[in-house]
C-alpha cells in the first residue's frame, strides 16, 4: 500500500510539473505573437492596403515656360514653342491636370504598372516642354587619320576608313551641323530622335581604347589600354 501511494504521488507530481511547462510554454508563446502583431502594425505590414509613397521626380509639377502653350485634350497633349510642335498620347495609368501655369502627372491606378509609368511619363512630358523651349544637342567627336563628315543636303557623309562612304539620312525634326571636319553637332526639338541618331552614328566606329581612334561623345572619356610590349633583348 505504501509503495502504491509513494507510485501515486509521484505520477501527480509529474503531471502537475508538465502541465506549468506546457502553461509556461503556451504563455512565452502568447507573449511573443503579441510583441509580433503590435510590431507589424507599427509598421503598417497588417492594415488592409499599403500604402506607396508617390514618386519623388513624378510628383513634381512641371513649369511651363513663356512663349511655351500646350493643349490639353483627355489623355493627349500637344505642347507647341519656338523650336516646333510636340504631341503624345498617355496611358490610361497615368492622369493629366493643368494648374498655376504648370503640368501635374498623376497616377490614375494604384497599380504596380502605374507606379512604375509615374515618373517616367513625367520626365518625357518635361523633355516635350523643354524640347519645343530650349532644345537638346549631341556633339561628337572623330578621332582618327583620315576621318571626316560633312553633310550634303539631308544626309550625313561619313569618311571612317572603310571602303566606302556612310551615308546617313537625317530624320526629320533633327538638324546636323559639321565643323572642321570632325566635330558633329546633332540637335532637335525631340529628345529621343536626337538621341538615337547620335548613337547611330557613333556606332559606325566605337571608340577602340588603344589609341581612342572612332566616334565619340563630345564629353566622354576612353578608358585607355596599354598595348603589347615586345621582350627587351
Keep these: 500500500m505504501a509503495g502504491s501511494a509513494v507510485l501515486q504521488s509521484a505520477t501527480i507530481d509529474r503531471v502537475a510539473l508538465r502541465s506549468s511547462f506546457i502553461g509556461e510554454a503556451q504563455s512565452l508563446r502568447a507573449t511573443s505573437a503579441a510583441a509580433s502583431s503590435q510590431t507589424l502594425s507599427q509598421q503598417g505590414l497588417l492594415?488592409?492596403?499599403?500604402?506607396?509613397k508617390e514618386s519623388r521626380i513624378g510628383r513634381k509639377p512641371i513649369v511651363v515656360p513663356a512663349g511655351v502653350t500646350i493643349k490639353l485634350d483627355g489623355q493627349s497633349l500637344m505642347v507647341k514653342g519656338?523650336?516646333?510642335?510636340l504631341s503624345r498620347e498617355y496611358p490610361r495609368e497615368?492622369?493629366?491636370?493643368?494648374?498655376?501655369?504648370?503640368?501635374?502627372v498623376e497616377r490614375a491606378l494604384e497599380t504596380r504598372q502605374a507606379r512604375a509609368m509615374h515618373?517616367?511619363?513625367?520626365?518625357?512630358?518635361?523633355?516635350?516642354v523643354q524640347g519645343v523651349a530650349k532644345g537638346f544637342e549631341k556633339k561628337l567627336q572623330l578621332v582618327g587619320v583620315g576621318y571626316r563628315a560633312?553633310?550634303?543636303?539631308?544626309?550625313?557623309?561619313?569618311?571612317?576608313?572603310?571602303?566606302h562612304q556612310v551615308r546617313m539620312k537625317v530624320p526629320d525634326g533633327v538638324a546636323v551641323k559639321v565643323e572642321e571636319n570632325t566635330r558633329i553637332t546633332i540637335s532637335g526639338r525631340d529628345k529621343v530622335?536626337?538621341?538615337?541618331?547620335?548613337a547611330a552614328v557613333r556606332k559606325w566606329r566605337e571608340p577602340e581604347p588603344y589609341k581612342g581612334k572612332g566616334i565619340k561623345y563630345a564629353d566622354e572619356v576612353i578608358r585607355r589600354k596599354e598595348g603589347k610590349v615586345g621582350k627587351k633583348k
Design 150 to 163: 560633312a553633310v550634303d543636303k539631308t544626309e550625313l557623309v561619313l569618311n571612317l576608313g572603310l571602303s
Design 119 to 128: 515618373g517616367l511619363f513625367r520626365t518625357l512630358t518635361d523633355n516635350m
Design 82 to 85: 519656338p523650336n516646333g510642335e
Design 47 to 52: 492594415a488592409g492596403r499599403i500604402v506607396c
Design 193 to 198: 530622335a536626337v538621341g538615337d541618331f547620335a
Design 94 to 104: 497615368v492622369r493629366l491636370s493643368q494648374e498655376d501655369g504648370a503640368i501635374k
